[in-house]
T-cell receptor, first 112, second 111 residues
């Protein structure tokens, strides 16, 4: 079945460590996105990619990095520079940049 | 600067009655609007959308209304069912720009 897969579902990290969240899609979508959800703040865009080997900063990119070496993969690295990394992270993809986005199941990251 | 706003963080509705979720936006150039539904610890799922050239779109129990002069859209769910209890996000697209999401409204359906 086609879909978008995020792993792991739960992730714990010690302060000062980098951690990478995986996002894979087999929908043949060109565009991929990373969002962060915090209580009372909705979904905020971290990074997005419209095409392979290209990505752009979203509204809250500081402390994060991404890569888009393959069409189906868009991993997000939460670096030690991110001041408040504990959150629910959502990856999404869409056929075109301005079309309906399909979301993965999310990864809850907790920094201990 | 929140361009898409959902001013009601929560809403409770009796089962079988109508649920009305509201969303306001500030940018009159938005040309496409979407509603997503989200259960806890899951990703949002697309529910229904509407183009800015329309004022209504209906899909089963779900209807979205768009009032461009008021920069307001609403999602109506009739009749409301227990499985509708979730957080609902409205989102807007401007041209080929990114999706902009509202802050969400938690809908609780009371049996």
């Amino acid at each position: 079945d086609g879909g978008i897969t995020q792993s792991p579902k739960y992730l714990f990290r010690k302060e000062g460590q980098n951690v990478t969240l995986s996002c894979e899609q087999n929908l043949n979508h060109d565009a991929m996105y990373w969002y962060r959800q915090d209580p009372g703040q909705g979904l905020r865009l971290i990074y997005y990619s419209q095409i392979v080997n290209d990505f752009q900063k979203g509204d809250i990119a500081e402390g994060y990095s991404v890569s888009r070496e393959k069409k189906e993969s868009f991993p997000l690295t939460v670096t030690s520079a991110q001041k408040n990394p504990t959150a629910f992270y959502l990856c999404a993809s869409s056929m075109e940049f301005y079309s309906e986005a399909f979301f993965g199941q999310g990864t809850r990251l907790t920094v201990v | 600067d929140q361009q898409v706003k959902q001013n009601s963080p929560s809403l409770s509705v009796q089962e079988g009655r109508i649920s009305i979720l509201n969303c306001d936006y500030t940018n009159s150039m938005f040309d496409y609007f979407l509603w997503y539904k989200k259960y806890p610890a899951e990703g949002p799922t697309f529910l229904i959308s509407i183009s800015s050239i329309k004022d209504k779109n209906e899909d089963g129990r779900f209807t979205v209304f768009l009032n461009k002069s008021a920069k307001h859209l609403s999602l109506h769910i009739v009749p409301s069912q227990p499985g509708d209890s979730a957080v609902y996000f409205c989102a807007a697209i401007l041209g080929n720009e990114k999706l902009t999401f509202g802050t969400g409204t938690r809908l609780t359906i009371i049996p």
